[in-house]
Every structure is written in C-alpha cells, then in structure tokens.
C-alpha cells in the first residue's frame, strides 16, 4: 500500500513538471519607438519577466528610427546577460532598425527581419547632426565599432560588413542582410519565424548551447505599463514643448486673474511633467532659458506697447528656443520647425492679448463699490456744517466736509468710510468735469 502511495506520488510529481515544460510560452514585446530611456526600461522589464517565468524564448517586434547611445548600451548589456533567448524581429514590411536599432538587432540570439524592412545606418553622430571634427569623429567611430565587434562575432554575424554600417553609414534590406550574415532567418510574420526556428540550436552568448522548441507555445504579450506609456509620450519632444508652452500660459492666466485656481493647477502640474521629461531627454537648458526670456518679452510689449516689435522678438528666440531645447541624436528626437512655429506664434499673440487686457484692467478707474465713489463730483443738499447731505450717483449721501459747504455747491468724494462720504470742495478742473 505505501509502495502504491509512492507510485501515485512520483507520477503526480512527474505529471506536474511534465506540465510546466509543456506550459513553457514565447513572450512577446513590441517596441515602436525611439530607443530612450523608456524603452530600454520596458525591454528590461520584459527579460526580466520572461527569465522569472522560465519562457522558452522572448520575442522581440522592433520598428525605430534609432535613439541615444546610453539607452541603447543598457539595452545591449541586458540581452547579452539574458537567461531566456532573446528573437529580435525587424517587422512589418517597411519598418527599419536603423541606427541603434541595428546595435541591437545585432546582440540578439536570433536576429531576423521580414521581407521590405532594412537595417544598418549606425554611424554615430553629435546630438544635433553637426558635423564633428575628425578627431572626435574618429574616436566615436572606433568607440561605437568596438562596441559592436564585443558581441557581433560572437553571434556569428559578419563583423567586417557590420562595421561599415558603422563607419561608412551603410544600410540594407533584409535580403542584404541575410546574404551577409547580419541577420539568421527572413520570415514572413512571426508564426513563419517560429517555423523555421523550431528544434534549431542555437548558440548563446555564454557558449552554451540551447534547442528551441516553440511549435503550439502559447505566446503572451507584455504590454507597456501605464507609468510606460505616459513616459513614451512625453519622450516625444514635440509633445514635450508643447505640454511645457500650455503649462506656462496656464501660469500665465492664473498670475493675471489671481483666484481662478484651475489655471494655475493645469500649468503648475504641465510644466513639471514637462520638466520631468527634459531632465530625462538631452536637453540644452540654456534653450529653456531662450523660451522664458520670449515670455519676458511678451509682458513687456504689452506693458510698453512697442507696436509688435517686442512680440515679433519674442516669438523669435521662443523658434529658436524650441529648435535647440532637445539635443536629440536623430531627427525624430528633436523639435521639429513645424511645432516650433505652430506653437510659438499663436502663443505669442495669445500672451500678449491677455497681459494687454490685465495692463488695462489694472489701469482703468474702479467705478463700482466703495472704490467707484472716489474721485465723483456731487451737489450739496444740505449744507455741509461739515456734515450734510451731498446728491452723488443718484443717490442722496452722508457727507463730511474738511470745510463748510452752502447748498448747491459741487464737492468732490475723497474717501468712503462707513457709508460716509469725505468731501472737498471741487477745484476749478474738477468742475469743468462735472
């Protein structure tokens, strides 16, 4: 009986093991994006995820234009030190991993792309495409070629022509890519992929060596998470400025009409997530400098109304503020001239109408309230003895003079004190306006 007990308890044990090898799935990410900070995060969480539950292989869909040299080395490091295989997949037809994405297509396991995408391009360049001089141009080279040489040879990949895409800027379909060993498998979609890798060995970063096993794996896909997607939108610059330019009209508003609060609430919570988002970009601060210095000179065209000078120059240094806030190192990570028009020029002209309109508002005469009464020219009803009566806006009032007045005789309000009018005797130009 307890052999039987035995039996039964090694067969569930068994049973049990046999059923998690065979739950073992492909976990899949899809990174359509520039290759920044968050995107790196989100690749990282995603080997992170699949080495924990042990997944059979992680997959990864790229589409970029490309991105900045620290993020893409942290990307690199975490799928060459990776458990799980990482498949890196250039997909759909017209997508690129260009530039840092060809680094990373490069370090991964199983590198492939589907027919009409292309790689390659991966010349580094300073952050605002300026042409380098030779010397730092040279070393960024070598620097980026050493990088790539670490882990390309490694993977098997031809070192030779990857690093032309290094140095010489070359680029290739995914035809060209296959024909020179850049990448292992062309594939039509995933499915076709994991066709043709099924029961293939391949070889890791370790040496060590593995079978694949992905025909029937139930694939789950990591989805970004919401702290993720927030993130990625404000990793677009043109979204950035944006956000940063309602956020300061907001502040704006809220200074010019003190009490509103939900101005100054959606401007002070805008421009700090806008802030966040520069400290994470490579941001010129000296260019925040140049869009603040724009406000300072829309207040002062209002104040000083130089007919659109001050305006015009304003809105000038904001372009230009704008076109050199984010030192990104591909066009897709820098302001571009259409935002930067589109958003400084009605801004401007916003921002000077309403300080126009606060400057006068402060400048005209109250004439409501207590206020209002100040300054009003009255008749004198009743002798003011110094208190009487005096007849102001169609009103009989309580007055006070600072010396007797006869009825029928103008005085001039000075003050409001508890419903009583402090009254003067009207000067010659202070009758001609009654």
């Not at 073992?24 to 969480?45: C, F, L």
């Not at 790689?119 to 042409?131: N, Q």
């Not at 032309?164 to 990448?183: C, T």
Request: net charge neutral; hydrophobic share 50%.
């Amino acid at each position: 009986m307890r052999r039987r007990s035995l039996a039964i308890v090694f067969l569930f044990a068994a049973f049990c093991l046999a059923s998690v090898s065979c739950s073992a799935e492909i976990v899949k990410i899809v990174v359509n994006d520039t290759i920044n900070p968050i995107s790196a995060d989100y690749i990282g969480r995603a080997i992170q995820d699949a080495e924990r539950t042990h997944a059979e292989a992680l997959l990864i869909e790229i589409n970029t234009p490309g991105g900045l040299v620290s993020s893409t080395r942290d990307i690199v490091q975490e799928i060459l030190a990776s458990k799980t295989p990482i498949i890196i997949y250039v997909t759909p037809a017209g997508s690129y991993a260009a530039s840092a994405g060809f680094y990373i297509l490069e370090a991964a396991d199983v590198a492939a792309m589907t027919p009409g995408s292309n790689t390659g391009a991966a010349h580094p360049v300073l952050g605002d495409g300026a042409t380098m001089d030779p010397v730092l141009k040279e070393k960024l080279e070598n620097d980026s070629a050493a990088l790539l040489r670490s882990y390309s040879s490694k993977r098997g990949r031809n070192v030779e022509v990857a690093e032309s895409a290094v140095r010489q800027s070359k680029s290739f379909s995914a035809d060209e890519a296959l024909s020179n060993h850049l990448i292992d498998y062309i594939a039509k979609d995933e499915n076709d992929l994991f066709k043709q890798l099924n029961g293939k060995t391949i070889a890791r970063f370790d040496g060590s060596k593995q079978v694949l096993q992905l025909a029937g794996k139930p694939i789950r896909t990591d989805e970004p998470t919401v702290r993720e997607r927030v993130l990625s939108w404000l990793m677009n610059p043109n979204f950035t400025f944006l956000l940063f330019a309602i956020g300061m009209m907001a502040l704006y508003a809220e200074f010019n009409h003190p009490g509103a609060i939900v101005p100054g609430v959606i401007g002070f919570i805008f421009v700090l997530l806008a802030l966040f988002a520069f400290h994470i970009l490579p941001t010129r601060y000296a260019a925040l400098v140049l869009i603040l210095g724009a406000f300072a000179l829309f207040a002062l065209e209002a104040k000083f109304q130089t007919h659109g000078v001050l305006t015009v120059g304003g809105i000038a240094i904001m372009v230009l503020g704008a076109l050199l806030l984010v030192d990104g190192p591909i066009p897709e990570m820098r302001i571009r001239w259409v935002t930067a028009l589109s958003v400084s020029i009605p801004l401007g002209l916003i921002t000077v109408f309403l300080m126009t309109i606060a400057v006068k508002a402060r400048r005209n005469k109250v004439t409501t309230g207590d206020q209002g009464m100040i300054g009003e020219i009255g008749v004198v009803e009743a002798p003011l003895m110094p208190a009487g009566k005096v007849f102001v806006h169609g009103e009989l009032w309580n007055a006070i003079a600072t010396r007797p007045v006869s009825v029928g005789q103008n005085v001039v309000v000075r003050k409001v004190e508890d419903l009583t009018l402090l009254v003067e005797p009207t000067t010659a130009g202070e009758a001609g306006k009654s």
